[in-house]
């Protein structure tokens, strides 16, 4: 279930990033081909060409016979030294005339006519002497200057076909792609990586939540199915004697009432665990009296400390008011000494203090007696669990007093700690903010 979890968000990042990358990735390119091609465009221009000449018919200043002064639209040579040449062609698409700085062979500047004259749109670049070459077409327009001084265009069918390398511009443009695809691949990869570490890690959390929800479960109904068996034999004893009178039965009625009352109170622990650990209820703090819940907690247990003849040492800070929830603390403390009581040696000591310092508050209880083992101090606050798993339920202990003292210091935003040096004593404490 989880790693189809996981898989499911390493799919949905992956879909997103990779989506993202492409279109960035192609948009860069889509920018740059752009750019390039209106540079070729802008390059190669179709405005007609103009050629002026005096009426007389003589050359003019130039070194081509009868295009005596050119004055080009598309930018004659290209400053950035690029490769640009001319061909002067008539109506047919006869070569006239090669205006050329490129040392090219006269058959190729032949082939290069026919083939622009074929396809005129210019849209594809033509190979030329292992070269790739963009041209543009534009009319010739001729003005004859009188001995007047005044301008006469003339149309004589001519056309001008301006070839410019772009072999440079090509071998760029697929550099660029390939660089993109390969940052693009690289990029992916390590995006797989990462969102496989992080994908993993938002489903820990998660898994070891539902595990823990899952042995809660298993271990809520194996601790509930004693009591019921010790009704449920209880009940086979009563029916077996269905005749006998009731004051008769008072055994088996009395064994019923136990398992009822140790299920009421695990139940009752279940949920107190449940409402404070619920994360959508909302601490509502009001001032409380530590002090005094405190010392309330120890005097309604007193009784039993002094049953098991155990020394009480006490020393209580009065009247120290936190932030808090109404009981909490009372509870905290009923808890923690309930078990200082339950698990200190008979004729032991419990000690216990209540000091302000700073602006924390911290509550210490330690007690006399076997203490815990090493291996179990950081699985005392773990539901259900129990160092002696042998112990009767008789004493009410089903494990979960701690996780209750526990998820209700969490919620007050406190502390709760413990250290036990086995065969001597164990301390509990916690810490509240003021
Ligand atoms: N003061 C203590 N001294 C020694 N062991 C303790 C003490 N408090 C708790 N423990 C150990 O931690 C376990 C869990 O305590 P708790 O959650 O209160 O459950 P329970 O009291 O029902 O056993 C106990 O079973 C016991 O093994
Ligand atoms: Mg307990």
């Known amino acids: 279930m989880f790693n189809k979890l996981r898989n499911k968000l390493l799919v949905l990042n992956l879909s997103i990033t990779s989506g993202v990358l492409a279109a960035a990735f192609a948009f860069v390119y889509f920018i740059t081909y752009s750019g390039v091609q209106s540079e070729i465009r802008s390059r190669l221009g179709s405005q007609p060409e103009t050629q002026i000449r005096l009426e007389s018919g003589a050359p003019g200043v130039g070194e081509q016979g009868e295009r005596s002064v050119t004055r080009t639209t598309s930018g004659y040579a290209a400053g950035d030294g690029a490769n640009v040449f001319h061909i002067e062609v008539d109506a047919d698409g006869n070569m006239l005339n090669v205006d050329s700085l490129v040392d090219l062979p006269d058959e190729a500047y032949r082939l290069a006519a026919e083939s622009a004259w074929r396809n005129k749109d210019g849209r594809h670049a033509i190979a030329l002497n292992g070269r790739q070459w963009r041209y543009g077409i534009a009319p010739i327009q001729v003005q004859i200057v009188r001995e007047d001084g005044v301008p006469v265009v003339?149309?004589?069918?001519?056309?001008?076909?301006?070839?410019?390398?772009?072999?440079?511009?090509?071998?760029?443009?697929?550099?660029?792609?390939?660089?993109?695809?390969?940052?693009?691949?690289?990029?992916?990869?390590v995006i797989v990586i990462v969102s496989l570490y992080f994908a993993n890690r938002a489903i820990k959390p998660i898994r070891e939540a539902w595990d823990k929800q899952k042995q809660f479960v298993t271990d809520a109904s194996h601790e509930l199915k004693t009591p019921l068996s010790i009704i449920h034999a209880n009940c086979d004893a009563l029916e077996a004697n269905r005749d006998d009178t009731i004051r008769n039965q008072m055994k088996w009625l009395g064994y019923i009432r136990i398992g009822t009352d140790r299920m009421a109170k695990l139940v009752n622990d279940m949920l107190t665990l449940a409402k404070t650990e619920d994360a959508r209820s909302i601490v509502r703090k009001v001032p409380v009296h530590v002090s005094k819940e405190v010392e309330d907690a120890i005097r309604s247990m007193e009784a039993a400390a002094a049953l098991k003849r155990i020394r009480l040492t006490r020393s209580i800070e009065p009247n120290i008011v936190a932030n808090g929830e109404p009981d909490c603390i009372r509870q905290i403390v009923a808890i923690l000494f309930d078990n200082a009581i339950k698990y200190a040696d008979s004729e032991g000591w419990i000690e216990m203090s209540l000091v302000r310092k700073n602006r924390h508050v911290t509550f210490t209880i330690s007690n006399s007696g076997p203490g815990i083992a090493g291996q179990d101090v950081p699985k005392v606050f773990d539901r259900f669990f129990r160092a002696d798993r042998s112990r009767t339920h008789a004493d009410g202990s089903y494990g979960l007093g701690l996780s209750i003292a526990k998820s209700i210091v969490d919620r007050l935003g406190g502390e709760i700690r413990v250290s036990s040096i086995e065969n001597e004593f164990t301390t509990f404490s916690f810490t509240i903010e003021l």
């Open 154 to 189: 003339v149309d004589e069918n001519k056309y001008s076909i301006t070839f410019l390398d772009v072999t440079e511009t090509n071998r760029t443009l697929v550099q660029l792609l390939t660089s993109l695809l390969l940052v693009g691949f690289a990029t992916l990869i």
